[in-house]
Nanobody, 123 residues
Framework: QVQLVESGGGLVQPGGSLRLSCAAS????????MGWYRQAPGKQRELVAR???????NYADSVKGRFTISRDNAKNTVYLQMNSLKPEDTAVYYC?????????????????WGQGTQVTVSS
């Protein structure tokens, strides 16, 4: 019953910026960690950034200093501001969230993925 819907991907030149958004909707009791992952052609899906419900963040070394993850708890939305983009950032970016739902008076924690959004960095 929970969906993660992403937006903001596209084509950008090296050195440019993009801002990704991911909004969670459905029968949500609460959301703990939210994050962004990416999968480039021929590579494994990898962590880009994660953020806790209280705002604590962690980043992959490859994006530190260039990307910023943030969230708006009131909107159940997580963002990824991507600056100084490089061709190696080209990938499908996936939103991920640890979501608690209420079923039969019991909270269940589930992990959800968005559909992915393409980010292409090319001149």
């Amino acid at each position: 019953q929970v969906q993660l819907v992403e937006s903001g991907g596209g084509l950008v030149q090296p050195g440019g910026s993009l801002r990704l958004s991911c909004a969670a909707s459905g029968s949500i009791a609460r959301i703990n960690d939210m994050g962004w992952y990416r999968q480039a052609p021929g590579k494994q899906r990898e962590l880009v950034a994660r953020i806790t419900s209280s705002g604590r963040t962690n980043y992959a070394d490859s994006v530190k200093g260039r990307f910023t993850i943030s969230r708006d708890n009131a909107k159940n939305t997580v963002y990824l501001q991507m600056n100084s983009l490089k061709p190696e950032d080209t990938a499908v970016y996936y939103c991920n969230a640890d979501v608690f739902v209420l079923v039969d008076s019991r909270w269940y924690g589930n992990n959800y993925w968005g559909q992915g959004t393409q980010v292409t960095v090319s001149s």
